[in-house]
């Protein structure tokens, strides 16, 4: 049986004294992940258990760090190697002639003091009818942690839980990330499809007609935009301190709107049974030409976050999710198939030079989605030829 991965963020309520040992098992484990680094970068040393060789001891000795602990920091190190190598492969930090592509290969990967920080099941206990954690600590082991989360959150963890555990500070702030997997359900035969659009001004419109306005988040991000601003004229320590937090709760707000989209959108397919279809936006940078004042908003938008959501949530119900091309999805008539600019004289409105059809512009260009999601279906779940 296939399973879904996902995380449970859980809020932990330590005392003081219990949050002043957290906070110092932290910047531990991180100074020795800091030192694992360096010794990686500079003897080239990418896999694991060459690496836990040459620092194990050292580690130990210097760091204050247990076993389990060391074996854990050496682990991070390696994780956070690979994925540099595979950013680097995959161009996203551009050629390798580019300046950001040269800084990054060039020093070895640096670690916050405050830096997330994995924990297996011999560091970490759950006692989860108490609602407690025991935890290892450079202090001693620390027993009889609170910790609070949504019921069905926590259904999930007692139920599924798997592997690590990462410990994050956030401020003055506790949690535990913990990864789970749940059976991954049969997707379902589609009666039809929901082709979703999205956009600026309108963050989702889909085929059936529903409009979710991006126009209040808008206004709280240009709002954030001129308090950041603010702040960084100041230039100040405690200036950036909080330009840091507005940047956190920027970014959780845009993810909430992000979750309420996508889950009213998965439930209205799973209710009547029909499956997803989203534009695929890789190279939207390439495609599209902006103004200046466009460019940052296009840059910072949480686009592709929305379609993430739809996927994972859309795996979760069994839903059928499909990515179609998204050439001239806002150009082209989805009544007589003409394609062209004049077809949307404006951009909220849609006018088909030929046949007359006309509408609001993000719904138009939902339908194509949808009706290109129609064949890609047939496509994929065709069988596959058998040999000659």
């Known amino acids: 049986m296939w399973r879904v991965k996902l995380v449970v963020q859980v809020k932990l309520l ?35 258990n060459a690496l836990q060789r040459e620092v194990y001891i050292d ?31 995959a161009r996203n930090l551009g050629e390798p002639t580019s300046q950001r592509y040269r800084k990054a290969a060039a020093s070895p990967i640096g670690f916050r003091p ?40 926590l259904k999930v963890l ?25 059976p991954e359900p049969e997707v379902f035969e589609p009666v039809g499809f929901i082709g979703v659009d999205r956009g600026i001004v309108n963050l989702a419109t889909t085929s059936d007609g529903v409009n979710y306005q991006g126009r209040r988040l808008g206004r709280y991000r240009r709002w954030q935009a ?54 695929q936006l890789g190279g939207i ?14 840059s910072s938008w949480p686009f592709n976050q929305l379609g993430q959501h739809l996927a994972y949530k859309a795996k979760r119900a069994g839903v059928p999710f499909v990515e179609v091309d998204a050439a001239y999805t806002s150009q082209r008539c989805p009544r007589c198939g003409h394609t062209g600019r004049a077809n949307r004289p404006t951009r909220d409105h849609f006018a088909c030079r030929r046949c007359g059809l ?17 064949s890609a279906w047939v496509f994929v779940t065709a069988p596959a030829p058998s040999p000659a």
Request: net charge positive; hydrophobic share 40%.
């Open 114 to 153: 405050g830096a997330a920080q994995p924990f297996d099941d011999r560091c970490l206990s759950w006692q989860m009818d108490a609602r407690t954690v025991s935890i290892w600590t450079v202090d001693g082991r620390m027993k009889n942690i609170r910790f609070v989360g949504a019921a069905d959150q």
């Open 358 to 374: 006309a509408g609001p512009a993000d719904v138009v260009a939902g339908v194509n989605v949808r009706d290109r999601a129609r």
């Open 285 to 298: 940078r390439d495609r599209v030409r902006l103004r200046r004042d466009q460019r940052a908003t296009l």
């Open 59 to 89: 580690v130990k000795a210097t760091f204050g760090l247990s076993a389990q602990p060391t074996v854990r920091v050496v682990k991070k190190v390696v994780d956070a190697y690979a994925a540099l190598r595979a950013s680097l492969q």
């Open 226 to 279: 001129r308090k950041r601003a603010e702040l960084q004229a100041k230039g100040t320590r405690s200036a950036k301190r909080r330009l840091a937090l507005r940047a956190r709760r920027e970014q959780c707000h845009a993810t909430q709107v992000n979750h309420t989209i996508s889950k009213e959108i998965v439930a209205v397919a799973q209710r009547t049974g029909r499956g997803i279809a989203v534009e």
């Open 14 to 48: 330590p005392t003081p004294e219990q949050a002043s040992a957290l906070e110092a098992t932290l910047r531990a484990c991180n100074r020795a992940a800091n030192f694992t680094s360096q010794v990686a970068f500079e003897k080239n040393l990418t896999e694991r």
């Open 158 to 182: 007692a139920e599924q839980r798997r592997g690590e555990s990462d410990l994050v500070q956030r401020g003055s702030k506790w949690f535990l990330i913990a990864t789970c997997e749940i």
